[in-house]
């Protein structure tokens, strides 16, 4: 019995018939899902906090803002997927205890300081483009409600990436220093940038069945060198150069050929040892838990209101 | 946490709501998705900052997620299918001379 739901699942599937949360599928796709898109939730949610921290620093009112806008539109992506999420049965507080208690992952790349202006045009550019380049295939994928949320984020997210390239870019024109700041930042972004697309695919375990499934359209090194072919040509407009001395035209593969990537590092992060982990993990919690009674105000508000309207009513 | 902190805040978490918009005036409202509120005026509220930061909606339904009752995907054949045999509620059904005109 259970053999034949699953012909029939994977049938709908290759069909390209959307799943819906209340159709029948199988328990490693649903938790599969619970797993990619609260994670996808928790990164927008801590992706907050690098910018957040430039939000009073901006340079002009312009700048500000712009900044305040893309922040905002972060908190509203995450409430997007948190909502996709909890079709499939995971509580919102569930998934932020997993946050909070380290069991659950967020994107590394949020684990990086932004020590200057520059940083806000580099995470523009490079960490939303390498976001944008994600999710704009997740907009097709199986699962209704993932794929209808990603369609929101990505008409969302162009301009993230646009204004980010538009700070390079009159930092890269702008002074002798504020070029060096701006050719910085791009040194320091760059390889965890390209470390975002995960694991390379003979490391990356789930793939294949995620492939299968049509949660993923495409491999994570098909997207790094997608990520890495774009990016070297935007980069020539920029003025500034890309922090790889290898990266060269490869007239075989239609692609550039890149450097090493240094995959110690990579999981020394997801593991917890990235720069600022502690930092974020704590502001986090501090969040939720100096938010309770807040939550508990509002919750005792409408308790009060819903008593005085039923003794108006008797 | 103990299983007691997790009962309680499990039971302290905000209703779901489903949200719907209306995108323009004279289409009907559409469903965007669900978030959480404390009562109505809240998650009309917070409806407003999530769903329509890019005017994307000029109304706002709000319905708590538990008055909401589906049709189970497994029924689908025994409710949809017998429309499949009935072509004949269908205009084209119909074989008419070529030269009637307004119909």
Not at chain 1, 1 to 22: L, S
Not at chain 1, 272 to 283: A, H, S, V
Request: hydrophobic share 35%; glycine share 6%.
């Amino acid at each position: 019995m259970e053999r034949n739901f699953e012909e029939v699942f994977q049938d709908k599937i290759d069909k390209e018939i959307k799943i819906e949360p209340k159709d029948w599928m199988p328990e490693k796709y649903r938790q599969t899902l619970i797993r990619q898109i609260s994670q996808h939730a928790h990164s927008e949610i801590v992706g907050m906090l690098p910018e957040g921290n430039w939000i009073t620093r901006a340079p002009n009112l312009r700048r500000k803002a712009i900044l305040l806008a893309k922040v905002q539109d972060e908190a509203g992506h995450g409430l997007y997927l948190y909502s996709a999420a909890e079709t499939l049965g995971i509580s919102r507080d569930e998934m932020y205890n997993q946050l909070h208690s380290g069991k659950a992952k967020y994107s590394s790349i949020f684990n990086y300081p932004t020590l200057t202006w520059a940083d806000m045009g580099a995470i523009g550019w490079l960490v939303d483009g390498a976001a944008i380049m994600n999710q704009v295939p997740l907009c097709r994928s199986s699962f209704g409600p993932y794929a209808r949320a990603m369609v929101r984020v990505c008409k969302e997210e162009s301009f993230h990436q646009r204004q980010g390239f538009e700070i390079l870019l009159t930092l890269s024109n702008g002074t002798e220093a504020q070029h060096r700041m701006a050719q910085d930042a791009l040194n320091r972004w760059w390889w965890p940038s390209v470390m975002m697309f995960g694991p390379k695919d003979d490391e990356s375990p789930n793939t294949i069945q995620s492939m299968r499934w049509k949660i993923k359209r495409f491999t994570n090194d098909e997207l790094r060198q997608k990520f890495i072919d774009i990016c070297t040509e935007q980069v020539k407009i920029l003025g500034l150069t890309i922090p790889d001395k290898d990266l060269k035209w490869n007239e075989v593969t239609g692609h550039y050929d890149f450097g090493t990537i240094d995959w110690d590092e990579f999981w020394q992060v997801v593991q917890g040892n990235g720069p600022c982990n502690k930092e974020r993990l704590e502001t986090r919690k501090k969040a939720w838990e100096e938010g309770a009674w807040v939550r508990e105000a509002a919750t005792a508000y409408a308790e009060k209101r819903k008593n005085r309207a039923a003794t108006k009513a008797a | 946490m103990d299983q007691y902190e997790i009962n309680k805040t499990a039971s302290a978490e905000w209703p779901l709501w489903e949200i719907f918009i209306r995108s323009k005036q004279g289409l009907d409202h559409k469903h965007v998705g669900s978030l959480h509120a404390a009562d109505e005026q809240m998650a009309i509220e917070n409806a407003r900052d999530v769903y329509t930061r890019r005017m994307e909606g000029v109304s706002i339904w709000v319905v708590e997620s538990k008055f909401i009752h589906a049709s189970n995907p497994g029924d689908a054949a025994a409710l949809y299918d017998p429309a499949n045999d009935k072509a004949y509620r269908h205009p084209t059904f119909y074989n008419l001379p070529d030269e009637l005109k307004h119909m």
